[in-house]
DNA sequence: ACAGATTTAGACAACGCTGACATTTGTGTT
DNA sequence: AACACAAATGTCAGCGTTGTCTAAATCTGT
């Protein structure tokens, strides 16, 4: 249980018999060294059990790291860790590290988490915004640190953002149902997500305008209180007098709630959720899909372009959705 | 798009006619700074929009940060996020970050990867082993970086590790199987993570061999190609002349490739799967479950338990598993 | 064989912070 | 008013690395 201390440069020169800045030389992969003193080296750091301390190389360097964070709201959702998965693979092939953290959906803690992570003096931060202003990062972001907003586009910060064709999409599907005689279409969503709800919410209208259908309220749940589960939405929807002859989720949470109620159901009730999900195919739920992963991907790119050309414009990039038919989105309204 | 640089201590310090030290006390929150002096620092702090610097921090205090890793073979997998979340949780009770790095289930890349971590001097390392060696962190170890190995033990290592119940869970399932009178009974998994499989096919064999019965190989598919897909091994058992009346699957990716095939089958057959997933209970498929969560958080308690006291003994932790009755584990044998 | 170019190696300071220690200022006691 | 003692503040060095600069060793071509 010998606790010694960790081996550094200086200790690696002196069983080599070279001066640190040659061990330096040679883990920096700076070139410049004999391949004999090279050898050496190595012998000396691999004895000694030698690992570089990237903490005094990033100091020295003018703190630049090798991390990039990405703040979540919360990591229970499939849907994030999905865009975290997109995101760890782009840094990977860079070299870089991710760094995840959450404000467990609190506007509140949001800052306090982004202040520790610029504290770490990572190298870029990638966020889902929660709190509804971002100003407080744009100091960082004028201090160089590329700023990427995903899934929702920033409040009060020029910064790039990669978002979801959430009104396009979600128009789409509700024109599939349209398209077959649907009118009476109901909309589930939990707002905890406010922009992309409202995203979708006014695809939904744009599309039932389109066919005439003005007053939707009534078909309408965006129920603020966590309490309110799906199931209690989409079943307070059958109850209705004039009851949806199909049903839209604004995200995956809705579809699971909706999958349970409306299985099994007498006359049929049409459904399409957005995000897919896991046995959706399975299932036979219609879906509007994209890639989420390329959602993370497209995210980390943007920020590790900006590192690379600090002058870029900032963009907006939209990642595309598909409508997928898997058989509940093509259910005929009763005649 | 001015790039000045980041304030340090001594522009804190200057500006509020302090010493630097006095500025570093306000910020580590060390005391014995008068209220008066501790304001005018905070003021010119904010006008500098200073941080304090972690790596400078970390470098000065000898190399200790508030970083822990977790090393993951794959992110795609809902299982290790909902370990990754657990242990976020219970990390951030601690004020510590999480950094999640992946070794795209590379036993090569495992030590790579994990020595990269080492030189950011992360404060401990959870992995999910995926390489059959792990001995190259006994000197870490020795150092005082709590090891953690999390759903496997580590090979060749003395660490901590946190395992579930694997054959104890699936022997259970598997009993409750013969308890209503199967005998023939399949066997599927994707071998991927060999160490939980292999436990679990024990639990499997040990329950039959109960009630007699011993030649299970025939119903066995631990396919180690990749491309056969859980549906095609349920395929072949169901294309067995004597075909099993149940189906045991060891993983999730099993569950759901079961899920698709037996669904809708004339004479159904009674399933059981190991791992909970979304809509199971919709579906109403039986599983061993346990709590994912928790593993994480155990995962992460052990290390922050040798963190503070580094000559505990090392634990080995099994999370205990359940059996969940949801209609797909008690379909009757035919007779 | 020799000047000049090039490659290899080392000395030194500094990145931003804090621990150890020194010093000043304030408070209470008699 | 003088003293002991605690609280507030400052000085300085060094954590482990690398950029800059300089010196020595080695390699060119004629």
Redesign the pocket.
Known sequence: MTTQ??A???DVARLAG?????V?RV??E?????A??REQVLVAAKRLRFR??NL??S?????VTNTVAFVIGDLTNPFYFHVAAGIERELALRGLTMVLATTDDSPDSEERVVDALISQRVRALLLIPIADDQSYLEGERQLGTPVVSVDRPARNLLADSVVLQNRLGMAEAVRSLTAIGHRKIGFISNPSAMYTQRERLAGYREALREVGVVETAQWERLDDDPDISPELAVQSLLDLPDSPTAIVAGNNRGSAGAVRVLRNLKPPVAFIGFDDFELADALGISVVAYDTMELGRTAARLALDHLADPGAFTQQIEIPTRLIHRGSGEILPPR
Chains 1, 2 share one sequence.
Do not use: E
């Open positions: 201390s960790r550094t440069l200086a070279v001066s640190s800045k040659t330096s883990f920096a700076a070139g410049n060294v004999s004999d003193t570089p301390n005094a190389r100091l020295r360097r003018g703190g």
